[in-house]
């Protein structure tokens, strides 16, 4: 059995993130996005996992559920058409390990009903890095809140933004990530979140807005 090159050790901070076999989408439509999103809450629980009540709780509101013990801290996270973006801590040993299977087990089950599919979705295990340093940690709240950019203009690392107001107000309007939770938001996806576990970088809506727009220069 082979190990995972960054242990995953309690009390420390990670990026986790994964992607679809051969790059190919993993979400489709909104329904994906938001059964994703739900499935971050309910399967961060010690409690065992039912697929009956994760449908149920979709049709209702999943964020009423009493998970009781939380596996992880999640610190913030993004989706994208072929891959997702953590960042992750766990609150007990074997956290980790534990939700990102529940997490990628309740999802490919749904994604095999829907599209009538069989096998794999994800290309093998989950990746990680740890975020060793206080200056990685503080970067990744901006790099994965910034990768809903590369869907407007792929290159604008690169490139350099063509128009930061359209940027701005495209990162405002994306909804599949826990930027609007940063930016002050009042929404039920708020609970996913366990932001007190992580350093206060961001004191204030305006501290993040700040961070945000001073990578975004950066960047150009």
């Given at each position: 059995?082979?190990?995972?090159?960054?242990?995953?050790?309690?009390?420390?901070?990670?990026?986790?993130?994964?992607?679809?076999?051969?790059?190919?989408?993993?979400?489709?439509d909104a329904e994906d996005?938001?059964?994703?999103?739900?499935?971050?809450?309910?399967?961060?629980?010690?409690?065992?996992?039912?697929?009956?009540?994760?449908?149920?709780?979709?049709?209702?509101?999943?964020?009423?559920?009493?998970?009781?013990?939380?596996?992880?801290?999640?610190?913030?996270?993004?989706?994208?058409?072929?891959?997702?973006?953590?960042?992750?801590?766990?609150?007990?040993?074997?956290?980790?390990?534990?939700?990102?299977?529940?997490?990628?087990?309740?999802?490919?089950?749904?994604y095999n009903i829907k599209?009538?599919?069989?096998?794999?979705?994800?290309?093998?295990k989950f990746k990680s890095?740890?975020?060793?340093?206080?200056?990685?940690?503080?970067?990744?709240?901006?790099?994965?809140?910034?990768?809903?950019?590369?869907?407007?203009?792929?290159?604008?690392?690169?490139?350099?933004?063509?128009?930061?107001?359209?940027?701005?107000?495209?990162?405002?309007?994306?909804?599949?990530?826990?930027?609007?939770?940063?930016?002050?938001?009042?929404?039920?996806?708020?609970?996913?979140?366990?932001?007190?576990?992580?350093?206060?970088?961001?004191?204030?809506?305006?501290?993040?807005?700040?961070?945000?727009?001073?990578?975004?220069?950066?960047?150009?």
């Amino acid at each position: 059995m082979s190990l995972r090159k960054t242990p995953l050790v309690s009390g420390e901070y990670y990026h986790l993130y994964n992607r679809g076999n051969s790059k190919q989408k993993i979400f489709y439509d909104a329904e994906d996005y938001q059964r994703f999103i739900i499935l971050l809450y309910t399967c961060n629980s010690e409690k065992n996992f039912r697929m009956s009540l994760v449908k149920e709780m979709a049709e209702k509101d999943p964020y009423l559920w009493k998970r009781g013990n939380q596996l992880v801290s999640i610190g913030a996270y993004c989706l994208m058409p072929n891959h997702f973006h953590l960042l992750i801590t766990e609150k007990e040993d074997g956290g980790i390990s534990k939700f990102m299977q529940k997490l990628s087990t309740a999802y490919v089950m749904y994604y095999n009903i829907k599209y009538e599919k069989t096998g794999g979705l994800f290309e093998g295990k989950f990746k990680s890095e740890h975020l060793d340093t206080d200056l990685y940690l503080k970067y990744i709240f901006s790099y994965i809140h910034l990768n809903p950019l590369k869907l407007i203009q792929k290159n604008w690392k690169e490139a350099g933004i063509k128009n930061q107001k359209t940027a701005l107000n495209y990162l405002d309007n994306y909804t599949y990530s826990s930027y609007l939770d940063f930016k002050g938001i009042e929404r039920k996806e708020n609970a996913i979140l366990d932001r007190k576990v992580y350093p206060n970088y961001f004191p204030s809506t305006k501290n993040f807005e700040r961070e945000i727009l001073d990578w975004i220069n950066y960047e150009n």
